[in-house]
C-alpha cells in the first residue's frame, strides 16, 4: 500500500499511469462502439463485423516490427502526446463526419489509422517508465501499470457496454475520443525534460538497428525466428499450443458476439457485462496461477486449462440457448476466463526459460505474428461459416476440438519425456 502511495507521489509517474488507465478504458469503450455500429448497419453480420475488427489487427504487422525502433529515437512524452491527440482526433471524425455517410470505408481507413498510432503507443509507454522510477522501483511501478490496465478493460467494458446500449455508437465514440484528450493533457503536463537514461553509442546502435530493420523484409524477420523455432521442440510446442489457442479465440470471438446479441435481444449492454466477468476471470486466473503455479507443470496447466476451457465454451452454448439468463453466462464467463488465464503465463514461461537471450526478441515476435495471423484467418473463417452454419453449432465445435486437443496433448506429454523446459 506504501509502495503504491510513493509511485502516485511521483508527479511524472503519476500522471502517465492516470494517462494509460483513462486510454486504455477509452480503447474498450471504442471496442463496444464498433461492435455497436455493425449491430446498427448490418445487424447479426459476423462477416462484417470481422472485416470491421480485422483493421485493429492488421497495424500489429505493418507497423509493429518498427514502431519499437523509432521510438526509441523520439521524445516519448511527446510521442505519447501526439498519439493521444491524433487518436482522439481521428476516433472523433467517425460520429462527426463518417457515420452519416453509407460507406464504411473513411471508417475503416480511421480504425487503421488509430490503431497504427497505437503501435507506438504501448512501446513509448513502456519505455518512459524507467525515465520516471527508480532502477529499485521498477517491478512496482510494472505491476502497478498492468493490474491498474487489467482494472481499466473490466470497468471500459461495463461501461462502454451501457454508453453505447444508451446513445449508441455515435456515443461511444465521442467519449472514447475525448479519453483520448484526457490522457494526452495528463501527458502533456508531464516534466518537459526527462532524463534520458541513452549512451551516445546506444543512439548509434539504435540507429543502425533503425537501418537494418527497414532493409530487412518481414519476410525475412520471420524467416530467421521461426529458422530458431524449427529447431527447437519445446518452442515448437508453445507455437502449436498458441496457434490452437488464439484460432478457437478468432473462432469464437465474432460468432459469439453475435451469439449473445441474439440471444439477449441487446446489442452491447449484456455483452459489456459478460466481458466484465471474463476479465475478471482472466485476473483472478492469472494471480492464482503466478501465486501457486509453480506447483504444476507448464504442459500439464496448458492442457488442463484447453480441456476445461473447451468444456466451459459447450457448457456456455448449450446452456445459455435454452435458458438465456444473464447471471447463469456471467458466472460461465467468469469461469471460462478464470480456466484460460494462466495459459500465456505458462507459456510465456517456457520461452523464457528455453531460448536463447539474443533470439529472445525474434522468438517473441514470432509468437505475436503466429497469434495475430492465426486470430485473424479463424475470426474470418468463421464469420463465413457463420452465414451457412447455427452460430450455436459454431462454438459447440470450437468447444470440441479444444477439448480434444487437451486431452491428446495431455496423455501424449503424460511422462514429460517428449519436452525438456514444461
Not at 139 to 145: D, G, P
Not at 156 to 176: N, S
Not at 323 to 331: V, Y
Request: hydrophobic share 55%; net charge positive; charged share 15%.
Amino acid at each position: 500500500m506504501f509502495d503504491f502511495l510513493k509511485h502516485v507521489q511521483n508527479r511524472d509517474f503519476a500522471r502517465l499511469w492516470l494517462a494509460q488507465v483513462i486510454s486504455q478504458f477509452g480503447d474498450r469503450i471504442n471496442q463496444m462502439a464498433l461492435i455497436g455500429l455493425i449491430a446498427g448497419r448490418t445487424p447479426g453480420s459476423a462477416i462484417e463485423l470481422a472485416k470491421l475488427l480485422s483493421f485493429t489487427i492488421i497495424p500489429v504487422f505493418i507497423i509493429g516490427p518498427i514502431a519499437g525502433v523509432y521510438v526509441d529515437r523520439w521524445d516519448r512524452r511527446t510521442t505519447l502526446f501526439v498519439c493521444d491527440f491524433l487518436r482522439g482526433i481521428l476516433i472523433l471524425l467517425i460520429p462527426l463526419v463518417f457515420l452519416a455517410r453509407g460507406s464504411m470505408l473513411p471508417i475503416y481507413a480511421v480504425v487503421f489509422l488509430a490503431f497504427c498510432l497505437s503501435r507506438f503507443y504501448v512501446p513509448a509507454k513502456m519505455s518512459i517508465i524507467p525515465d520516471l522510477v527508480g532502477e529499485k522501483d521498477l517491478l512496482m511501478a510494472n505491476s502497478l501499470v498492468t493490474t491498474t490496465g487489467m482494472i481499466a478493460f473490466v470497468l471500459g467494458c461495463a461501461m462502454g457496454g451501457f454508453i453505447v446500449e444508451k446513445w449508441g455508437a455515435r456515443g461511444g465514440f465521442i467519449c472514447d475520443a475525448v479519453t483520448f484528450f484526457i490522457s494526452g493533457s495528463l501527458v502533456f503536463s508531464m516534466s518537459r525534460y526527462l532524463k534520458m537514461k541513452i549512451k551516445p553509442t546506444q543512439i548509434i546502435g539504435v540507429g543502425k538497428e533503425m537501418i537494418g530493420v527497414i532493409r530487412k523484409s518481414i519476410a525475412q524477420e520471420i524467416k530467421e525466428g521461426f529458422a530458431y523455432l524449427i529447431r527447437h521442440k519445446d518452442i515448437r510446442f508453445i507455437i502449436t499450443m498458441l496457434f490452437i489457442m488464439f484460432s478457437a479465440a478468432g473462432a469464437i470471438y465474432v460468432v459469439i458476439i453475435v451469439f449473445v446479441q441474439d440471444v439477449f435481444g441487446s446489442v452491447t449492454k449484456d455483452l459489456g457485462i459478460l466481458a466484465v466477468f471474463l476479465g475478471i476471470g482472466l485476473f483472478t486466473g492469472s494471480l492464482v496461477y503466478g501465486r501457486w503455479g509453480q506447483k504444476i507443470s507448464r504442459y500439464k496447466t496448458i492442457f488442463l486449462s484447453l480441456v476445461f476451457g473447451g468444456i466451459i465454451v459447450i457448457v456456455f452454448a448449450g446452456s445459455v440457448r435454452a435458458h438465456p439468463n444473464l447471471f447463469l453466462a456471467a458466472g460461465l464467463a467468469f469461469v471460462l476466463g478464470y480456466i484460460v488465464g494462466p495459459i500465456m503465463i505458462a507459456a510465456n514461461t517456457v520461452v523464457h526459460q528455453v531460448s536463447d537471450d539474443a533470439m529472445r526478441g525474434k522468438v517473441f515476435s514470432a509468437l505475436e505474428i503466429v497469434i495475430h495471423l492465426s486470430f485473424l484467418a479463424s475470426m474470418f473463417g468463421s464469420s463465413f461459416l457463420a452465414g451457412h452454419v447455427e452460430r450455436f453449432w459454431i462454438l459447440m465445435g470450437v468447444g470440441i476440438v479444444f477439448t480434444c486437443v487437451g486431452l491428446i496433448g495431455f496423455f501424449y506429454y503424460r511422462h514429460g519425456d517428449n519436452l525438456k523446459g514444461v
